[in-house]
């Protein structure tokens, strides 16, 4: 055993734990996508566990609406990846775990890459067509998967995809969500979120990875819901469906402000916010609204170049360059990643 092993006394002294359940964290390989509200924490509490190995994979910056649920960031690193941040805070609160930053975005292209070197995978991210990519890219090398979400003061918390001993997996996040990604759910940017509920979720994740990787009893088959405004929690049963994942659905191409910034001159802009929101505030550009893009279709397809949408948080633009790729799957076209939010300062 290494010889700061004695910093774990409190864990190894648990029944049923001991020197094995943490010879098997220091032996694990975690990779956590996503180090906001969630990520946070739950990288903190696995580092400090003793976790083997943790790669870090993010490659958003840190802004000034992060700092109220994001822990592991101060005012001073506005501006900075979040991935190297934390990496030097995290080696800083446990130099005996290997941290490996991958300051990448999740696409269908990589996801498979990414993933199939790790025992488990726990996302934190913040949008639908991410946790269904991940957990369909978990699904088809068949890796455990931690799930979290958190909507205004309610959190969600499970394990999927864990091989049982009959060979079969669990429940997987379709079967629970079946076309998640069509759904419009509003992000903590757009619908808010309590910050401690980021903390109570992020520490639920954490929680779950701990007990796969010693052998305990988890949430495989279970999902926990918890409602910060009242204080209680529960837990329900999930129910496997015939859902097949073949393939990965291609993600939705983004831009970062700071990659916009260096080839501006590349992109024309559109706006897909109302007018009223487009004459407070804008990066320049037409402004297309959401709800009548489908009447400039012909206009947009004899683009030449490469269309940029923007919005305020980056959601609606999403949705607007879904729509052209569904008709026009050739065109250029890509989402400001984001928005324009922190911008607005």
């Not at 569904?326 to 990643?337: D, R, T």
Request: neutral net charge.
């Amino acid at each position: 055993m290494d010889s700061n092993f004695g910093r774990y006394h409190c864990q190894i002294a648990l029944p049923g734990f001991g020197n094995k359940g943490q010879q098997q964290l220091q032996e694990a390989k975690v990779l956590l996508i996503g180090l906001g509200g969630l990520g946070c924490p739950a990288a903190q509490y696995l580092v400090s566990a003793g976790i083997g190995t943790l790669a870090l994979l993010d490659d958003d910056i840190i802004s000034l609406s992060n700092l109220h649920r994001q822990i592991l960031y101060t005012t001073e690193d506005i501006g900075k990846l979040k991935v190297e941040i934390a990496a030097r805070r995290l080696s800083l609160q446990n130099p005996e775990t290997t941290i490996i930053p991958i300051p990448e975005r999740v696409t269908s292209d990589n996801v498979i890459q990414l993933i199939q070197d790790y025992d488990l995978i726990i996302e934190g991210t913040d949008n639908l067509e991410t946790k269904c990519l991940i957990n369909d890219a978990c699904v088809i090398v068949g890796k455990p998967l931690v799930y979290g979400a958190i909507y205004q003061f309610e959190g969600q918390v499970s394990i999927f995809n864990v091989k049982q001993e009959d060979g079969s997996y669990s429940v997987n996040y379709r079967d629970v969500f079946k076309n998640a990604e069509e759904t419009e759910v509003p992000n903590c940017r757009e619908g808010g979120v309590i910050p401690s509920l980021a903390g109570i979720v992020g520490c639920m994740q954490a929680n779950e990875a701990l007990k796969y990787l010693t052998g305990m009893d988890n949430l495989a088959g279970k999902l926990w819901l918890f409602d910060a405004s009242s204080g209680s929690a529960r837990t329900i049963k999930l129910k496997k469906t015939d859902i097949e994942i073949k393939s990965l659905k291609p993600t939705t191409p983004t831009v970062s402000f700071e990659e916009f910034n260096r080839h501006r001159q590349n992109y024309e802009l559109i706006d897909v916010r109302q007018s009223d929101d487009h004459q407070t505030f804008n990066l320049g550009g037409k402004n297309i609204p959401l709800d009548k893009l489908e009447s400039h279709f012909q206009e947009l397809s004899e683009t030449k170049g490469k269309l940029l949408f923007y919005c305020l948080s980056g959601k609606r633009s999403l949705e607007a360059v879904k729509r052209i790729k569904a008709i026009f799957p050739k065109l250029k076209v890509f989402s400001l990643k984001n928005g324009i939010q922190d911008l607005k300062r």
